[in-house]
């Protein structure tokens, strides 16, 4: 094989590893702590400056992207073909074992054709090779490509050598085959795809578990849905019913995810409004960002201008769910009742911002528009849908919603799919809309450290 043919082959390994890498919408660094490596290593697998010696690596990738049977198939052979490219560029040794010249002439058979152009014999069968070979010319017969006793030797070496690849190539397959495929390759992937018909396919068991628990350790700035409790397999499948607000319906057990939203996140961690009905001398110093919820409850504060909620969602086992869509229900707009704003910041910045949905409260149909964050001056790419989580893969969504001009409640609709099943759960605060109110027109005020009270917001 030349050396461009080289080339081409990690070549093209690393142009599918760098496919399934742009599927999961990470950066490197973040990609590689899910991978368990270190992140100048996966750069390096994808540039195609090195080739992993296990494949387990690119098999966690493979996994994590979503790729299909098919695909990880055909990403098994090439990194095979990348992997017997390497080896053969270093010179080979005495040292080289049997297995491991029988899986670079398994996918090289270039490699095979030069091994095998000059056989070579093992002293006793070549010296009975050269007896028969004389016996054979004394007799005028011909030894040769007639089929000496020492042809005959080589020809049985190959097919036990042919034997043993063939049994470890059918060993991967199987394999490869068994392993789960959470997601459809797109229309535009390079992977060759299967004509296999998955529309017969039998109907999803589902699980009847105990009715869960609330946790004593709640806090009281989250609201959840109810977490996984095991249960028995019933005996006939059920149509799950989608979940009701805070998750507390009898339903939410058969809803494959579980999640827990945060509505008293600030901006940044430090930076946020709040509406109070006092007067400054009467409302206590800002609290520390952890300390947010049983402040803004005891002063009976509003969220201003904007609500940040954070919302971790995490499936129940280890099949994947798929998040199709995040959707907007306003519940009720008024017009906002007189008070203070008070502004929690002494002001905060920071040079990165979190990628998030914005959500124009003001509009007659707000929609949740992903906007892109931004890392020191790298950008972090906006969340798209649909999007995939398990109990082994959570992700967090944040949410910042705003008005200019109304006293707003709202709530959330998050739809799923998994394993043919589709269903939509509430994410709203501990079964009560969000709140939002607008800060327009109203005396504004920052906490002065130095004189420990509130002064007007300058």
Known sequence: MSTGDGVDEVAEFAALLTELKERTDRSYGSLARRLGMNTSTLHRYCAGEAVPQDFAPVERLAEFSGATPEERLELHRRWLRAVAVR?????????????????????????????????EAPPAEAGRADAAEAAGADSGGEVGSGGGPARRWYRRRRTALLAAVTCALLATLGTLSALPADRSPSASSPWPSSSADTSGS???????????????TASPNRSSSPSPTPGGDSPTPRTPEPSTSGGTAPGDATVPLTWTADSQAWALGCGHDYVVAQPPARVPPPPAAQDAGPWAAAQGAVHGRETVVEITVQGRSTTAVVLTALRVRVTGRTDPAPGNVYAMDQGCGGSISPRHFAVDLDRDRPIARPVAGNDTGTPIPAVRMPYRVSSTDPEVLLVTARTQGCDCSWYLELDWSSEGRTGTVRVDDHGRPF?????????????DTSARRWTPYQ
Do not use: D, F, K, W
């Open 87 to 119: 080896q053969a560029a270093r010179p080979r040794t005495a040292t080289t074992t049997e297995p491991e010249a029988a899986v670079a002439e398994a996918v090289l058979p270039e490699a095979a054709v030069a091994r095998t152009a000059e056989p």
């Open 202 to 216: 039998a109907p999803a068991r589902t699980t009847a578990p105990a009715a869960p628990r609330p946790s004593p």
């Open 435 to 447: 709140r939002t109110r607008s800060i327009a027109g109203l005396p504004r005020y920052m906490y």
